[in-house]
């Protein structure tokens, strides 16, 4: 089985910054991509960054210039370093994962349990 944990959320001013931390862990072949969703209340889960296993990454146009994603690749880790946060900013934020497991070809999508950001004016 595979599991993603996430760290880092928490509450902090407008303005300030917090570092977000997802570990993959289990039977893990390969991950082709890394990526952060977000959700606020009453909206739908959108596509904060993504990072593939060749460098490329795509940032939602509100967060770009402030959101940097990364990733080590020798722990199974992706990271989002959010600076000048806002209050629209203020989501539950998850860890989102497609690998391919030990003895296997086929690719699965994987899913943190979430972390909730929170962005005070």
């Known amino acids: 089985q595979v599991q993603l944990v996430e760290s880092g959320g928490g509450l902090v001013q407008a303005g300030g910054s917090l570092r977000l931390s997802c570990a993959a862990s289990g039977s893990i072949f390969s991950i082709s991509v890394m990526a952060w969703y977000r959700q606020a209340p009453g909206k739908e889960r959108e596509l904060v960054a993504s990072l593939t296993s060749g460098g490329s990454t795509n940032y939602a146009d509100s967060v770009k210039g402030r959101f940097t994603i990364s990733r080590d690749n020798s722990k199974n880790a992706v990271y989002l370093q959010m600076n000048s946060l806002k209050p629209e900013d203020t989501a539950v934020y998850y860890c989102?994962?497609?690998?391919?497991?030990?003895?296997?070809?086929?690719?699965?999508?994987?899913w943190g349990q979430g972390t909730q950001v929170t962005v005070s004016s």
């Open positions: 989102h994962t497609l690998l391919t497991k030990t003895g296997g070809r086929s690719q699965y999508i994987y």
